[in-house]
């Protein structure tokens, strides 16, 4: 299992393209986990367990200040949030071919669509933070060289 985060994250929406920033390491902090699921391949009789893994899921999650002016931001990812749609480009930009990508840094990530859930909290001095969850749907392909 590989758990990353940092202050260099960065969460965008590929167009095929180029990459339109969401959210940015002022955003706040980032966790994004990559597993893939085992199986138990152990033969009657067998003295110890086998495994073999299959598929994989990423997850990410990821919380910041929210902003209702950032139409880019927090907002394009409420509003996919909102209609508890699967998270592919069409329905969050105009671009049919568009994945969301999860950046570690500059050029290493994870691309793939997949589900969100939001959560928004207000504090007495009138600070919104918001606090989200997004999980893979289909294919996950690795951006530069991740083990």
């Known amino acids: 299992m590989a758990v990353m985060g940092g202050r260099l994250f960065k969460v965008s929406i590929y167009d095929g393209v180029s990459d339109e920033d969401l959210l940015d390491p002022q955003a706040g902090n980032a966790t994004y986990k990559y597993t893939k699921d085992d199986v138990d391949t152990t033969a009657f009789g067998q003295a110890d367990h086998s495994h073999y893994r299959t598929l994989g899921s990423f997850e990410a999650s990821f919380e910041g200040n929210f902003n209702y002016a950032d139409t880019d931001g ?6 996919a949030n909102d209609f508890g749609e699967l998270i592919s480009g069409s329905n969050v930009m105009n ?7 999860f950046y570690i840094d500059a050029t290493h990530g994870y691309e793939c669509d997949g589900h969100i859930e939001i959560e ?4 007495p001095t009138g600070v919104v933070t918001a606090s989200a969850t997004f999980v893979s749907s289909g294919t996950v392909t690795k951006l530069g060289t991740i083990s």
């Open 74 to 79: 927090w907002m394009k990812l409420l509003t």
């Open 95 to 101: 671009a049919p071919a568009a994945k969301m990508r």
């Open 120 to 123: 928004l909290s207000a504090e």
